[in-house]
T-cell receptor, first 117, second 115 residues
Framework: AQSVAQPEDQVNVAEGNPLTVKCTYSVSGNPYLFWYVQYPNRGLQFLLKYITGDNLVKGSYGFEAEFNKSQTSFHLKKPSALVSDSALYFCAVRVYILTGGGNKLTFGTGTQLKVEL | KAGVTQTPRYLIKTRGQQVTLSCSPISGHRSVSWYQQTPGQGLQFLFEYFSETQRNKGNFPGRFSGRQFSNSRSEMNVSTLELGDSALYLC??????????????FGPGTRLTVL
């Protein structure tokens, strides 16, 4: 079975400072990893994904994430946080299946990011 | 391209009733997945449809069902509603064929409240 852990319920950071939102995963096989963001009363908005190749993935709105296979982590980062980045962030994993396929995503519990002036 | 659309956006029902939610995927996307989001359980996978066939199913009771039409639009139905069914129901679409790495794009969700 696959699982995702987001160890921090909330992360507080001052505007202009770098931010990190942590994610670790557990899968049998090669993972596809995703980050989504959710603003109040909205659906999930795709930020970035890791499939294969370069361990540093760049995504929307200046976000990036680093895939670390030995630590089974996929932390989300941004060099300089904005107040508008305040939202709920979800990490998700999908395992590649050679046959049968399927798009089931397993999500972490979410991390509330609060960026303050 | 237009994004994923879900109707209605809000629903209020009473226990014992049934409800049908609708999802229109991004044009050209053939896979539609449904998720339930609650404060206690987080985001949980309900089921996925691809080419009118259910391809995956999560751990939900049989009261939860779905279907997909030939134009890829999907509906999910919940019968005999319980208070615990109150949640945000999210639909996601992707162009994935099989085991692919395609991104799922989510709709705004339907907020279901069961009284």
């Amino acid at each position: 079975a696959q699982s995702v852990a987001q160890p921090e319920d909330q992360v507080n950071v001052a505007e202009g400072n770098p931010l990190t939102v942590k994610c670790t995963y557990s899968v049998s096989g090669n993972p596809y990893l995703f980050w989504y963001v959710q603003y109040p009363n909205r659906g999930l908005q795709f930020l970035l994904k890791y499939i294969t190749g370069d361990n540093l993935v760049k995504g929307s709105y200046g976000f990036e994430a680093e895939f670390n296979k030995s630590q089974t982590s996929f932390h989300l980062k941004k060099p300089s946080a904005l107040v508008s980045d305040s939202a709920l962030y979800f990490c998700a994993v999908r395992v590649y299946i050679l046959t049968g396929g399927g798009n089931k995503l397993t999500f972490g519990t979410g991390t509330q990011l609060k960026v303050e002036l | 391209k237009a994004g994923v659309t879900q109707t209605p956006r809000y629903l209020i029902k009473t226990r014992g009733q049934q409800v049908t939610l609708s999802c229109s995927p991004i044009s050209g996307h053939r896979s539609v997945s449904w998720y339930q989001q609650t404060p206690g359980q987080g985001l949980q996978f309900l089921f996925e449809y691809f080419s009118e066939t259910q391809r995956n199913k999560g751990n939900f009771p049989g009261r939860f069902s779905g279907r997909q039409f030939s134009n890829s639009r999907s509906e999910m139905n919940v019968s005999t509603l319980e208070l615990g069914d109150s949640a945000l129901y999210l639909c996601a679409s992707s162009s994935s064929q099989s085991g692919g790495a395609d991104t799922q794009y989510f709709g705004p969700g339907t907020r279901l409240t069961v009284l």
